[in-house]
């Protein structure tokens, strides 16, 4: 999946591209003025040169004695000019040309006033009815060359522009969005059984509205929550008193009664009872799994609290469950002592239960918070296994159980923030069940 693009980066991003793009526009439009005014120039000093050089011209030619010659004007300096010219008679004869001037560039009956061809520009004004003509040329590549320089001044700056105002705008837009930010990183911190109101103070308008509907959608989420939790609970616990009561009236009766089809009865009715007391038992643990109270003040060392569940479970299990602590000295997690022992005694339970009885129950705690629980016994079909941890889902439905083990565990483990993972065979095996549990490792407080 396609990892979206944050709103930071989107107006940094957007909003440098839009000033990049106008400022663009200013220069190409400050561009084209900016030519217009020196064609402007340029054509002015053509025409006023022409106007300086016409008089000089002809009073020059009106001197001369003799018939009427070209001739070239001396120059301090021989180097190319960038205006050149031809003055002629009426009848298209040059009488005095610049040192630099190429015949093929001016036309023999130029056109009074500006002309353009592909390279040149070109002027012609006259004297005395037309009897003298000057036609004066300059390069177009003059022109394109104050042109380009004029471009490239307006451009320059705008190689700096940008890094600098991409920088600024995303400082802009950060220091804008600190408050949406920190909104975002209450939501992250927020654990799977915290439903409290987030508090951000001075969100944008656009963004206030959001958060409250938030807030108010987790209230009506945390009561609704509530409610079911508190039905569960309370149904469990008002339910273990009259089941205690029925279990020994039925106890009683199966002694007093004569030996028959009332004792098979009896047994039965003993059976169901010992059944419904025990899933009452698990709702109640249900309910804590799911309610809040799993984390602790400060972490706990799992170390001993799980060598004291095992212990436990050994006495009444003909000691079928092998423990294996890890070489070092603390295993620290915050998990509330009471939940640790709820989940530790589901997987025991679970793998007891739905295990080979003839192999035992491996139980093993590595350093870095990781305890496995593994039975022997046939491998669980892969499309049971996703569903091992949905509530009143069984394996072996020849098993008798609630079907709520698992799912306890699985509340627990992502209350605390860690993570369950089931595997079917277990890891190194070719058969068996594995419940992996990773537990978020802290580091002790000191005393």
């Not at 509907?213 to 409610?227: D, F, T």
């Not at 095992?310 to 000691?319: D, L, P, S, Y």
């Not at 923030?417 to 537990?439: C, I, K, N, T, Y």
Request: charged share 25%; hydrophobic share 40%.
């Amino acid at each position: 999946m396609k990892r979206p693009i944050s709103l930071q980066k989107r107006l940094s991003l957007g909003l440098t591209l839009g000033m990049t793009l106008l400022w663009l526009g200013a220069t190409a439009g400050t561009w084209l003025v900016v030519q217009h005014e020196l064609d402007e120039t340029f054509d002015s000093a053509l025409e006023a040169t022409a106007q300086r050089i016409l008089p000089l011209a002809a009073l020059e030619i009106g001197n001369r004695r003799g018939p009427r010659r070209a001739r070239h004007v001396a120059t301090l300096k021989m180097d190319s000019e960038y205006l050149t010219y031809l003055v002629r008679d009426a009848d298209g004869r040059i009488l005095m040309r610049s040192h630099d001037a190429k015949l093929k560039i001016f036309s023999h009956r130029p056109t009074p006033g500006f002309t353009t061809t592909d390279k040149y520009r070109l002027y012609s004004a006259s004297i005395e009815n037309d009897s003298i003509v000057i036609e004066i040329a300059e390069p177009l590549a003059h022109r394109r060359e104050a042109s380009r320089e004029a471009l490239l001044a307006l451009l320059l700056p705008l190689l700096g522009l940008i890094p600098i105002s991409l920088l600024g705008t995303w400082l802009f837009v950060r220091l804008s969005l600190r408050s949406v930010l920190a909104y975002r990183r209450a939501v992250e911190a927020r654990g799977v059984g915290d439903l409290s109101p987030i508090q951000v103070a001075r969100l944008p308008a656009e963004i206030d509205p959001l958060a409250e509907a938030v807030n108010h959608l987790l209230e009506r989420l945390r009561k609704a929550l509530e409610a079911e939790r508190s039905f569960t609970a309370n149904s469990a616990h008002e339910l273990r008193t009259p089941l205690a009561a029925t279990l020994a009236q039925i106890q009683r009766l199966r002694q007093e009664a004569p030996e028959g089809p009332l004792q098979v009865r009896a047994a039965k009715i003993e059976n169901a009872l010992r059944e419904l007391a025990r899933l009452s038992e698990k709702l109640m643990q249900l309910a804590k799994a799911e309610g809040g109270g799993l984390l602790s003040q400060s972490p706990e060392d799992l170390i001993p609290l799980l060598a004291h569940g095992v212990e436990e479970w050994n006495r009444g299990a003909a000691a079928r469950i092998r423990l294996q602590l890890p070489e070092a000295t603390r295993v620290c997690t915050a998990i509330d002592p009471d939940a640790f022992g709820i989940l530790l005694r589901n997987l025991i339970e679970n793998a007891l239960k739905y295990g080979d009885p003839a192999q035992p129950v491996d139980v093993s705690l590595s350093t870095d918070g990781c305890l496995r629980v593994i039975n022997g016994g046939p491998a669980v079909p892969a499309d049971v296994l996703q569903r091992l941890t949905e509530r009143f889902v069984r394996g072996n439905s020849e098993t008798s159980g609630s079907g709520l083990g698992l799912a306890i565990a699985q509340s627990i483990v992502h209350g605390v923030g860690g993570q369950l993972h089931l595997a079917s065979p277990a890891s190194g095996r070719d058969d068996g069940f594995e419940v992996r549990v990773q537990f978020p490792q802290q580091t002790p407080t000191q005393p």
